[in-house]
């Protein structure tokens, strides 16, 4: 393939192993040994602009396989997140009446069910990036973090695919665009980081730790609980709202509902917050997961 002449950073290093057979001759058995050009202390983020070309196959290779083998293709993006959507609003819109602040509850319910489903798929299947493309990583040298990176911006995709529902009911609901869109779009970059610090950190304990997969989808339901995708932060008491604003999430679905659904104004205490937090992740995941990669080619 044409990317893989574009791989840097290959040292390929040749050991020899000598063993003496019967009649007494050397025999050599060369290996070859994939490593990273730079150590484990330092991350060259410039170098990974050489392989963007990589990182393009990467993303499109997913969304490809993704719905290749599906009768209406990619608009299982779109009516996945609708469907979901209406069973929501049957449960706790009209059995249950969660109450949504005046807004109406399928209007009220998708922005938060797209960031939510944007970040689910962003976790799950970025836990499994390493695990699945073992041959890939096994064979030639490139950073591996491209791998989750790549499912991250795959799932980015899908949500895009899905907004113009959520434009078609504010359309269907007589609401309008709000200023928050303003503050959406740099927090819809900050849900990306965060994503992506999550997706870096359980690939790569998956590679030393395969519970991980059977933990992070349960850890993912207590989180989606635990923001408020079906109700409202009004529900939670205000004594509790500040802890409950350390997840990220809170602050950027209310800023969506805010921005697109006529939802109040997002504190900017709470904005604050997502950041740190949602940065604080992402540092964690990047240096886990550094640390760790040059091995990842033994374990799988």
Same mark, same amino acid.
């Given at each position: 393939?044409?990317?893989?002449?574009?791989?840097?950073?290959?040292?390929?290093?040749?050991?020899?192993?000598?063993?003496?057979?019967?009649?007494?001759?050397?025999?050599?058995?060369?290996?070859?040994?994939?490593?990273?050009?730079?150590?484990?202390?330092?991350?060259?983020?410039?170098?990974?602009?050489?392989?963007?070309?990589?990182?393009?196959?990467?993303?499109?290779?997913?969304?490809?396989?993704?719905?290749?083998?599906?009768?209406?293709?990619?608009?299982?993006?779109?009516?996945?997140?609708?469907?979901?959507?209406?069973?929501?609003?049957?449960?706790?819109?009209?059995?249950?009446?969660?109450?949504?602040?005046?807004?109406?509850?399928?209007?009220?319910?998708?922005?938060?069910?797209?960031?939510?489903?944007?970040? /689910?798929? /962003?976790?799950?299947?970025?836990?499994?990036?390493?695990?699945?493309?073992?041959?890939?990583?096994?064979?030639?040298?490139?950073?591996?973090?491209?791998?989750?990176?790549?499912?991250?911006?795959?799932?980015?995709?899908?949500?895009?695919?899905?907004?113009?529902?959520?434009?078609?009911?504010?359309?269907?609901?007589?609401?309008?665009?709000?200023?928050?869109?303003?503050?959406?779009?740099?927090?819809?970059?900050?849900?990306?980081?965060?994503?992506?610090?999550?997706?870096?950190?359980? /690939?790569?304990?998956?590679?030393?730790?395969?519970?991980?997969?059977?933990?992070?989808?349960?850890?993912?339901?207590?989180?989606?609980?635990?923001?408020?995708?079906?109700? !409202?932060?009004?529900?939670?008491?205000?004594?509790?709202?500040?802890?409950?604003?350390?997840?990220?999430?809170?602050?950027?679905?209310?800023?969506?509902?805010?921005?697109?659904?006529?939802?109040? !104004?997002?504190?900017?205490?709470?904005?604050?917050?997502?950041?740190?937090?949602?940065?604080?992740?992402?540092?964690?995941?990047?240096?886990?997961?550094?640390?760790?990669?040059?091995?990842? /080619?033994?374990?799988?």
């Amino acid at each position: 393939m044409v990317w893989l002449a574009q791989l840097h950073g290959v040292v390929l290093a040749s050991a020899v192993d000598i063993g003496r057979n019967a009649s007494g001759e050397a025999r050599r058995r060369p290996r070859a040994i994939l490593r990273p050009a730079f150590s484990r202390a330092q991350f060259d983020y410039r170098a990974l602009w050489s392989y963007r070309e990589l990182f393009e196959v990467l993303v499109w290779r997913l969304i490809i396989v993704r719905y290749k083998e599906t009768t209406i293709g990619i608009a299982w993006a779109v009516l996945q997140p609708i469907g979901l959507m209406l069973v929501l609003v049957i449960f706790f819109g009209v059995f249950t009446r969660v109450p949504s602040n005046g807004v109406p509850y399928p209007l009220f319910v998708y922005p938060g069910l797209l960031i939510w489903q944007f970040c /689910s798929q /962003s976790f799950n299947q970025g836990s499994m990036a390493i695990v699945n493309n073992g041959q890939l990583v096994t064979r030639v040298y490139f950073p591996r973090g491209l791998l989750p990176a790549a499912v991250v911006s795959a799932s980015l995709v899908d949500l895009l695919l899905a907004f113009p529902a959520l434009l078609a009911l504010m359309l269907y609901y007589g609401v309008s665009p709000s200023a928050g869109v303003l503050v959406f779009l740099p927090m819809l970059v900050v849900t990306v980081l965060l994503s992506l610090g999550v997706a870096l950190l359980f /690939s790569g304990l998956n590679v030393f730790y395969r519970d991980v997969v059977y933990v992070l989808p349960f850890l993912t339901q207590i989180w989606m609980f635990s923001s408020p995708v079906i109700y !409202p932060l009004s529900m939670v008491p205000e004594r509790w709202q500040f802890l409950y604003a350390l997840n990220p999430l809170v602050a950027v679905i209310e800023t969506a509902r805010w921005g697109f659904a006529g939802g109040p !104004p997002v504190r900017i205490a709470h904005l604050v917050i997502a950041v740190a937090v949602s940065l604080a992740v992402l540092g964690a995941g990047v240096r886990y997961f550094h640390r760790r990669e040059a091995i990842f /080619s033994d374990i799988i």
